[in-house]
């Protein structure tokens, strides 16, 4: 049997690194790109930008080959090129449907960051589309695929009856907000700090603990005006109205009958994608523990709050009930360590969309896509209806 041929990629939203008024994450950037290049199974081959000129521009920036990497200005012109087997949405929440439209119709395979869309009117709308024309499709969902979650799900395995979890998530914005991504701001836009931290640190713990049967939830917007920085000098710009929540309480009951309790809030003062000023602190950021038929395990992070971006500040901690002793787990060594921390759990899921089948097993290997990914759509519509 040959070696498969790669996936011919086109990326929207790699935008070139350049100062102004530029917005949102560039997420493609730390996250996409560095697996891409690296990769054995696919190949990058287009970006599409706001304008073909800016799609050059970020060819350019990034050191890629302009003969084999193509720049596009629309959704229609990337989706009409014969030789892109995959795109792959990495924009601002509300545009996805813009970008993928043209390509589902053309029968391209579809990756798109989550949220799939701004609601979930729009984001099923978009599931029933990649339905229709039969294309294969993933969410950027990668939370599962992390380390920690992966020996966590070994350790439950063995034979732990998981009774309860408790999860404090402690994230960056409340009463600042970069300018870059202000529009995180606007619950109608769909991509915030809710939504976004949410569904991703939701997915890492019902991908051990199992699905939500049942649940109870409140939203709480403390900050209702917020102070926009510039995410550079972190100097205040001007004050914004706010509509999303900062703050998130979550009970449930489990599929397998464990209770979450879960509570995500909002730091004061510290806006995302801004830098920080330089600090120490021994309060955590993620405080999760999962209590059991056989003792407790406990992962805490200082310095980041989400399993979505496995950095190596989170620690593992299980405790048996049988001696009481407190004792350090070793997750192993990453198989993705040569590429940034972003980009690692995006390698995980790049890597199972690949792969159809386990070559050992025989058996599919499983992704997040749009069907699954709509579920949680549905439970934050629920959400901010109650």
Not at 337 to 361: D, G, K, M, Q, T
Request: hydrophobic fraction near 40%; glycine fraction near 6%; include cysteine.
């Amino acid at each position: 049997m040959g070696v498969p041929a790669k996936v011919r990629v086109g990326l929207v939203g790699l935008n070139a690194p350049y100062s102004g008024n530029a917005t949102g994450t560039n997420w493609a950037a730390s996250a996409h790109l560095p697996y891409l290049l690296s990769s054995s199974k696919y190949e990058l081959v287009a970006l599409q930008n706001s304008s073909a000129e800016r799609a050059a521009l970020a060819i350019k920036a990034y050191g890629l080959d302009p003969e084999k990497v193509r720049a596009y200005g629309t959704p229609e012109e990337l989706a009409s090129d014969q030789n892109v087997d995959l795109v792959v949405s990495s924009i601002r929440v509300d545009r996805h449907a813009g970008s993928l439209i043209p390509a589902i119709k053309a029968g391209k395979d579809i990756y798109v960051e989550w949220p799939i869309e701004s609601n979930y009117t729009k984001a099923k709308e978009l599931t029933d589309l990649v339905k229709l024309h039969g294309v294969r499709n993933v969410v950027g969902l990668q939370d599962g695929f992390t380390p920690i979650a992966t020996k966590i799900k070994e350790l439950i395995d063995a034979g732990e009856k998981v009774e309860s979890s408790t999860f404090v998530g402690k994230i960056r914005g409340g009463a600042v907000m970069a300018s870059n991504v202000d529009y995180f701001l606007e619950k109608e836009v769909g991509g915030n700090a809710f939504t976004i931290s949410f569904g991703h640190s939701m997915e890492y713990i019902t991908r051990v603990l199992g699905e939500v049967s049942t649940f109870h939830s409140h939203l709480v917007i403390q900050y209702p005006e917020v102070n926009i920085v510039d995410p550079v000098t972190n100097e205040a710009i001007e004050v914004r109205k706010n509509d999303v929540p900062t703050q998130v309480i979550f009970d449930a009951i489990l599929k397998d009958g464990a209770v979450l309790t879960y509570k995500l809030h909002t730091a004061a003062n510290t806006s995302p994608f801004a830098k920080p000023p330089v600090q120490k602190t021994r309060m955590p950021s993620l405080d999760w523990r999962i209590f059991g038929s056989k003792g407790e395990i406990r992962v805490t992070g200082y310095t980041k709050w989400s399993l979505n971006v496995p950095d190596e500040d989170f620690m593992l901690e299980i405790c048996k009930v049988d001696d009481g002793e407190v004792r350090t787990v070793d997750v192993g060594r990453d198989e993705f360590e040569h590429l940034p921390v972003p980009a690692r759990n995006i390698a995980r899921l790049y890597e199972a969309f690949a792969s159809c089948r386990n070559e050992v097993e025989g058996e599919r290997v499983w992704y997040p896509d749009f069907e699954y990914a709509l579920k949680k759509h549905e439970v934050i519509e629920e959400m901010y209806a109650k």
